[in-house]
């Protein structure tokens, strides 16, 4: 069971703890009987973007809806899993990303503390600290997992258990080389992924709706979860993986 926010944009006259949501609207009542029907889990999405802001309203927003998302999702007996997502477009360095990722991190955390959100409880879901998508200045592996680990470290409690990074628009490579990286020294939590086109692009790609494809597709979603799998335990290399996998993902103004 996933849920998603609605990705609206504050808009003047907003008030941060009262402005329309319907995401949130009526999502106790809905998650006692996802509960009852047998769930265990729920996802909340929210979008961050750099270029031209964001602003501190932004913020605010974001992680207060983050922040009730989870209470309600713990109070019906759900492990909310609390997706941050910095978006990927623009043409900011990585120091741009990091700052912005401090501050979005910061106020998700003290918006559930004040929720009291138990931490132990909940699945971290946010993006790995990376240049904009369009910045000349292109991030090795280690820089990645250097400034990813520091905000970690800054900001996550350790009694957070599970930090599950999504890929962005990274291709399939980039993303298991830098959860690789992440994994080189041990940490506080279980650093690793929660994918979806880093692990399905070259699948769909080869299975193109073909039934006589199904075999090589399913043993590309093999190879690409063993392949990850080896980064979270810091002993994948990218030694005779397809050109298809190093194929860039990043769709620009992406959206669900």
């Not at 504050?10 to 703890?17: E, F, K, S, T, V």
């Not at 992680?63 to 997502?85: F, K, T």
Request: glycine fraction near 8%.
């Amino acid at each position: 069971m996933g849920h998603h926010a609605p990705g609206r944009r504050p808009q003047a006259g907003d008030r941060l703890h009262g402005c329309p949501c319907q995401g949130l609207d009526g999502l106790a009542s809905r998650e006692a009987a996802y509960y009852q029907q047998g769930a265990r889990f729920a996802k909340w999405r929210t979008v961050v973007s750099i270029p031209n802001g964001p602003s501190e309203l932004a913020v605010k927003e974001a992680a207060w809806g983050l922040a009730r998302y989870a209470a309600i999702s713990q109070d019906n007996g759900l492990v909310p899993i609390v997706e941050p997502e910095i978006m990927l477009d623009g043409e900011h360095g990585i120091e741009r990303t990091f700052e912005v990722a401090q501050k979005v991190w910061a106020e998700t955390f003290y918006y559930m503390a004040q929720n009291n959100v138990m931490f132990e409880g909940i699945l971290l879901k946010p993006s790995m600290v990376t240049p904009g998508a369009e910045c000349k200045d292109r991030a090795t592996p280690e820089e990645v997992a250097s400034y990813t680990l520091k905000l970690l470290q800054r900001r996550i409690p350790p009694s957070v258990p599970g930090i599950m990074f999504l890929s962005g628009g990274q291709s399939e490579v980039e993303a298991t080389l830098n959860l690789n990286a992440m994994n080189q020294a041990p940490n506080p939590w279980h650093v690793s992924f929660s994918y979806a086109r880093a692990l399905q692009n070259t699948c769909l790609k080869t299975w193109g709706g073909r039934p006589e494809n199904v075999a090589a597709a399913q043993e590309a979603l093999l190879l690409r979860a063993k392949a990850n799998s080896l980064a979270q335990l810091g002993k994948y290399t990218s030694d005779g993986e397809a050109a298809e996998a190093s194929e860039n993902m990043f769709v620009k103004n992406y959206s669900y």
